[in-house]
């Protein structure tokens, strides 16, 4: 079975992916084992057909993430007759904005947590927006530290521009900038909207 680099830095440890089925009140049903360098979203029709094997086929809801999420799976589940409940991933989400920002119809499942159903673009999918609180404000706050980071960075590299009594070159401050914003993308374009490079660093 082949591994991956552990993502922990741990480089004594082999790295190993397990798919772990479990029954809607989390108890274990059975698990596989994949090699280490297996992406996720590659082994939802064998899991699926491994504990249908052993259990048989029922009218099960399979839950998973949006890590399993890709065409080919959703395409197959829908093919095959099977129901399914799968994260969306955020691009898809920015389809649906028009529906997110709207009031009507969501309805309150516990405090703090609200879900609305969208019916999909052919009517074959039916979306289950949710909205939490608790997210809103994770999400705030984490842009807010974002938008610091960068903010901070950028002084930094404006007080060295200033006092710099060369002349500098364009390409290595973008290349720069251009990592500062990919490892703070949350709050980038936000940043790239306020930014923009001083006359000194034109001159290269």
């Not at 084992?33 to 029709?45: I, P, Q, S, W």
């Not at 399914?84 to 955020?90: A, D």
């Not at 997110?100 to 879900?115: F, P, S």
Request: charged share 35%.
């Amino acid at each position: 079975m082949r591994s991956r680099p552990s993502r922990d830095h741990r480089p004594d440890c082999k790295q190993v992916c397990i798919a772990l089925v479990v029954t809607r009140d989390g108890m274990p049903l059975g698990y596989e084992v994949f090699a280490g360098n297996r992406v996720d979203v590659t082994t939802v029709e064998e899991i699926v057909e491994a504990m249908e094997s052993r259990f048989g086929m029922a009218q099960r809801n399979w839950v998973m993430d949006r890590g399993m999420t890709s065409e080919d799976n959703i395409e197959w589940l829908q093919q095959t007759g099977r129901c399914y409940l799968i994260g969306t991933p955020k691009s898809e989400l920015k389809k649906r904005r028009a529906a997110i920002v709207d009031t009507k119809d969501w309805q309150q499942v516990r405090d703090g947590l609200e879900v609305k159903f969208c019916q999909g673009p052919d009517g074959g999918e039916t979306f289950v927006l949710c909205r939490s609180v608790e997210r809103r404000e994770k999400e705030r706050a984490m842009h807010v530290r974002f938008q610091q980071r960068i903010e901070e960075k950028l002084g930094s590299l404006q007080r060295r521009m200033e006092v710099s009594r060369k002349r500098l070159d364009r390409g290595p401050i973008e290349r720069q900038l251009g990592r500062l914003l990919g490892r703070n993308s949350r709050a980038a374009d936000v940043t790239r909207s306020r930014f923009s490079m001083t006359p000194r660093a034109h001159r290269a």
